[in-house]
């Protein structure tokens, strides 16, 4: 979908400010995170289905959100969506939570191994997306264009580089397709770092014409290219 999420090329929101290696700034983040890891962890939803979960906030909402706000708002969406919890079971607990002093008072402590176990084995090993599947279309050198489409669903297509021609640098098989795993479908399609010219993508206003840019893209984005390059 075509959303304020895709900020590549957009012109207004300056540089990325990189201001330390920290992973958390506040102990509600950890919190956070091991929710959303572990409700991930346990099925409820998978790592597409919550990066199109943060891609349907509210715009004005989304670009006022910190990182793991945004994290909190797909973890509630994709909870209700998936019947595991009711948008009036979240504004109660939360109206619970504000009454208190101190809120962490209401979470109930348990133990529960067999998740402990599952999380701990998340960590030491990364889940694998790369899946058997048919032969590649292309091969490293050939040259390929990128579709202009403009799905209404998730996509990890940058919006930037639609219409864009550039260059096969590596072939990586077969991995599972974002654009159909984000809405319940596992599919395998073959993946590709194709390499592009920044003046392809930026045209004369490129600041360093000379760069590359080197762009994962799955097999459904592109076609072969033409001799003209269009």
Same mark, same amino acid.
């Given at each position: 979908?075509?959303?304020?999420?895709?900020?590549?090329?957009?012109?207004?929101? /300056?540089?990325?400010?990189?201001?330390d290696?920290?992973?958390?700034?506040? !102990?509600?983040?950890?919190?956070?995170?091991?929710?959303?890891?572990?409700?991930?962890?346990? /099925?409820?939803? !998978?790592? !597409?289905?919550?990066?199109?979960?943060i891609?349907?906030? !509210?715009?004005?909402?989304?670009?006022?959100?910190?990182?793991?706000?945004?994290?909190?708002?797909?973890?509630?969406?994709?909870?209700?969506?998936?019947?595991?919890?009711?948008?009036?079971?979240?504004?109660?607990?939360?109206?619970?939570?504000?009454?208190?002093?101190?809120?962490?008072e209401?979470?109930p402590?348990?133990?529960?191994?067999?998740?402990?176990?599952?999380?701990?084995?998340?960590?030491?090993?990364?889940?694998?997306?790369?899946?058997?599947?048919?032969?590649?279309?292309?091969?490293?050198?050939?040259?390929?264009?990128?579709?202009?489409?403009?799905?209404?669903?998730?996509?990890?297509?940058?919006?930037?580089?639609?219409?864009?021609t550039?260059?096969?640098d590596?072939?990586?098989?077969?991995?599972?397709?974002?654009?159909?795993?984000?809405? /319940?479908?596992?599919?395998?399609?073959?993946?590709?770092?194709?390499a592009?010219?920044?003046?392809?993508?930026?045209?004369?206003?490129?600041?360093?014409?000379?760069?590359?840019?080197?762009?994962?893209?799955?097999?459904?984005?592109?076609?072969?290219?033409t001799?003209? /390059?269009?």
């Open positions: 979908m075509n959303g304020v999420h895709d900020m590549g090329g957009m012109h207004g929101f /300056g540089p990325v400010p990189v201001e290696d920290a992973p958390f700034h506040a !102990d509600w983040e950890r919190l956070v995170f091991g929710l959303v890891r572990v409700t991930r962890s346990e /099925g409820v939803y !998978d790592v !597409d289905e919550s990066r199109y979960g891609e349907r906030m !509210d715009p004005a909402a989304y670009l006022d959100a910190t990182y793991f706000e945004r994290w909190l708002a797909s973890l509630e969406r994709n909870a209700t969506e998936a019947g595991v919890l009711s948008a009036a079971e979240i504004e109660a607990a939360f109206e619970r939570a504000l009454a208190r002093d101190d809120p962490s209401l979470v402590e348990s133990e529960n191994p067999a998740i402990a176990t599952r999380m701990r084995e998340t960590f030491e090993q990364p889940a694998s997306f790369d899946r058997p599947g048919a032969d590649p279309q292309f091969d490293a050198g050939e040259r390929v264009r990128v579709w202009n489409d403009h799905p209404t669903g998730h996509t990890r297509c940058p919006r930037y580089v639609r219409r864009a550039g260059e096969v590596a072939s990586h098989g077969n991995h599972v397709f974002p654009d159909a795993n984000a809405h /319940g479908e596992e599919r395998t399609e073959p993946l590709y770092t194709v592009f010219e920044a003046d392809e993508l930026w045209g004369s206003n490129a600041e360093t014409p000379d760069d590359t840019v080197h762009i994962d893209l799955w097999e459904p984005y592109l076609e072969p290219a001799e003209d /390059g269009a």
